[in-house]
């Protein structure tokens, strides 16, 4: 299987799903972990 890593469809769907679950409550679920991806939960 072929991967172009120049393709941002991690990043896009991350960005909408911060828009459903983090952007209208304060406390955000979704965190950005350089080098390695993303991490859900409340604490990181």
């Not at 828009?19 to 955000?28: G, W």
Request: aromatic share 6%; net charge negative.
């Amino acid at each position: 299987m072929n991967s172009d890593s120049d393709t941002n469809v991690v990043d896009v769907a991350v960005k909408r799903l911060r828009a459903k679950i983090d952007n209208p409550f304060e406390l955000k679920l979704i965190h950005t972990v350089r080098s390695i991806g993303y991490s859900f939960g409340e604490d990181t």
